[in-house]
């Protein structure tokens, strides 16, 4: 049980266009949900915290404008990276709390985005 | 706010030794901590979590202990195997996780 897939696992776009990651929670309903991003040999950081039907609440130096986070449902959550430039490279990973849980329980990971900005 | 840090970034070990993997943390607020396991090109796998209530949980091969008095928490490995190799990262937190630099155990036969 609580498995979360990510798609797509691979993307390579051209600088300026816009890249969706989707994040779905495959067996169970996540009311929260945490966009979280890392650069090679480096720790995750949280981007931001999504919860369904509400605003994502953005870490300090996330561009909001930039990662739109939207939590439509109970299973899914999508990134888009509007205007993706070269820095925007990087692993992009999702993660799930289970209700009950909210932010401080186990969080189930996705597999991962690797975008690359060409 | 919290920052999380692991005290080596590499550790090797034989086949059949046990693991010690350590980590610091700064917020004595933080009641919730977890340890991860991230192999190369992939996410985060759970491998075990503890509460601020506790100061020790058991798992399969894995024990984690919990020093909430000098902030510190360690990731016990007993009997490491070749497949254990990974990159290992605690993460602790309240409403939210901060992630540690991470430890790379590298397991020889």
């Known amino acids: 049980g609580a498995v979360v897939s990510q798609h797509p696992s691979r993307v390579i776009c051209k600088s300026g266009t816009s890249v969706k990651i989707e994040c779905r929670s495959l067996?169970?309903?996540?009311?929260?949900m945490f966009w979280y991003r890392q650069f090679p040999k480096q720790s995750l950081m949280l981007m931001a915290t999504?919860?369904?039907?509400?605003?994502?609440?953005?870490e300090q130096g996330v561009e909001k404008d930039k990662f739109l986070i939207n939590h439509a449902s109970l299973t899914l959550s999508t990134l888009t990276v509007t205007s993706a430039h070269p820095e925007d490279s990087s692993f992009y990973i999702c993660?799930?709390?289970?209700?009950?849980?909210?932010?401080?329980?186990?969080?189930?990971f996705g597999p991962g985005t690797r975008l690359t900005v060409t | 706010g919290e920052s999380v840090g692991l005290h080596l970034p590499t550790l090797s070990v034989q086949e059949g030794d046990n693991s010690i993997i350590n980590c610091a943390y700064s917020?004595?607020?933080?009641?919730?901590f977890i340890w991860y396991k991230q192999e190369s090109g992939k996410g985060p796998q759970f491998i075990i979590d503890i509460r601020s209530n506790m100061d020790k949980r058991q798992g399969q091969r894995v024990t984690v202990l919990l020093n909430k008095t000098v902030k510190h928490l360690s990731l016990q490995i007993a009997a490491t195997q070749p497949g254990d190799s990974a990159v290992y990262f605690c993460?602790?937190?309240?409403?939210?996780?901060?992630f540690g630099t991470g430890t790379r155990l590298l397991v020889s036969p």
């Open positions: 067996d169970f309903q996540a009311t929260t």
């Open positions: 917020n004595s607020a933080s009641d919730y």
């Open positions: 993460a602790a937190g309240f409403q939210k996780l901060v």
């Open positions: 999504s919860n369904e039907g509400s605003k994502a609440t953005y």
């Open positions: 993660s799930a709390t289970s209700p009950g849980q909210g932010g401080s329980g186990e969080q189930y």
